[in-house]
């Protein structure tokens, strides 16, 4: 036991000499802190400048150097020495600067403006009102220096294989380790020594985990084992803090990738590197990216968007003057006490509601790789519903096309695998009903969606589906093109009266509880689904219509989303003579016998 201990008090050592101090000011113990020369002759090099109140959407912080305005995003070089002295990328001192957002312990979310010109930071907000991180017990605010790497990017057309999502749109993020607090502006000098991958709302989030260079422990960490050795814990609570802060907020865990683990410094320094690239790409060359980005810089030669040192003190001419701190609220000071046991175990029930979704095709070998990768982009992706993307299968039911269309599902199994997508053919064409029928007895989910494989059905109003069913456990969820925000795209007007008059009709004769009668894009409960197929006994047009009529005969409970139909962009519409002379005798027999 002694011998552990000893081990123990051994190997931390150093980090009890480097943070002692902060245990005995915690502890009301005076002791001097201080910075090292080195750090503050690098700081000294650039100066910020504060406009507006701190705490509103009006705050800004302008960087300064040698008393001329620059963008913190393009100005402040990122390949540096350790006194912070620019050096070209191949010097490979493995020491880069790092802009202070956030100093440690505080909640106001700072970042640099990627879309404004010279890019101060300002304080993030949502719906106009500023964003503050919520203090997740037993963390305050944010657990390390945090802020972003100057000339990085994270491009949003760039998919990351470790990941299989695209850039955030953001400079890279850091995270600094050392003992000291630093101050909103600052540059600072430093090392990388590990990465966490953030999956965040479809998008990749990396996370480097770093230490000043100046810093008493620099000398002992080099890559990310060495943070455990000398930090134990710190990778992990790093990771448990990205995984849950959001969940006040009523939003469920973040994901982290490489199965919630962090990756050691050849990553983090790939990445670096990689993100250093894409931004030379923004900066040095015209695009038609759109106003996102400001790329007005006064130190990047050779890009378009530089411009004279005097130009840009236009820009801070503009800024309101600095004022008064807005007062605290003091319930930001509150603490968030989350179970984290059940918050798993809730992503673990969104994940095993399995969505089957029916796709009927008859010669749809144009559309089809077309509406699965929009299901594939919509659903596979982190949302407010599920931070690991929505689960579900695709199950394809041709009636033996003879334009090839199976050949395409089997195709497209081989890229997304046969078990996302499943085919399960027939012969030939035998109606609507029995084709859901025969998708049924194959489908594993415990929802049913159903919709047309020719794009006249978008993907995303999928989400609303489900978000809809959720909110009052509905059994049904229908779209609508006749509700507000609802419509048709494509249509002439013989379509569009043609359908209206039919759904005007319908809802004379049958009183459905539905605006939109002769839609096939829905969501049911698979049993619901399952005995309103088996009791339907029209075919065509008319069965969707009997879908309705009948649950609402036995009180199913139903709810609308305002959805907008797409006219098909390849192939023939099926609606012809035949099939409106269909529906009117169908409406008639429904009439009669329901």
Known sequence: ?????YRFVSRCAPALKAYGPIFLAHHGISHQLTTSPATMAASRSYHCQEFGTLYKDDYRMFFMQDQKPISPFHDIPLFVDKDGKAVEANANTGIFNMVVEIPRWTNAKMEISRDEPLNPIKQDSKKNKPRF????FPHKGYIWNYGAFPQTWEDPEHVSPETGCKGDRDPLDVCEIGFRVAKRGEVLQVKPLGIIALCDEGETDWKVIVIDVHD???DELNDIEDVEKYMPGLIQTSVDWFRYYKIPDGKPPN???????????????????????????????????????SCLNTRCKGSPFMVSPDEVEKVMDKQ???????????????????DREAAENSVARITMVKYSILLPTYNERENLPLIVWLLMKHLGKSTELSSDGISFEIIVIDDGSPDGTQDVVKQLQQIYGSEKIVLRPREKKLGLGTAYVHGLKYAKGEFIIIMDADLSHHPKFILDFIRKQKEKDYDIVTGSRYIDHGGVYGWDLKRKIISRGANYVAQVLLRPGASDLTGSFRLYKRDVLQRLVESCISKGYVFQMEMLVRANRANYTLAEVPITFVD???GQSKLG?????SYVMGLLKLFIST
């Open 1 to 5: 036991m002694f011998q552990r201990g």
């Open 320 to 338: 309101g003057k600095q004022q008064p701190a807005a007062p605290w609220d003091p319930a930001l000071d509150t603490w968030h006490f989350i």
């Open 133 to 136: 991180v919520h203090n997740v």
């Open 255 to 293: 994901t982290i990738a490489f199965d919630g683990q962090a990756k050691g410094r050849e990553v983090a320094t790939k990445v670096l590197y990689e993100t250093h690239d894409y931004w030379r790409k923004l900066v040095m060359e015209k695009s038609s990216r759109g106003p996102e980005w």
């Open 216 to 218: 008493p422990l620099a």
């Open 568 to 570: 098909r962009v390849y």
């Open 577 to 581: 003579g035949n099939e409106i002379v």
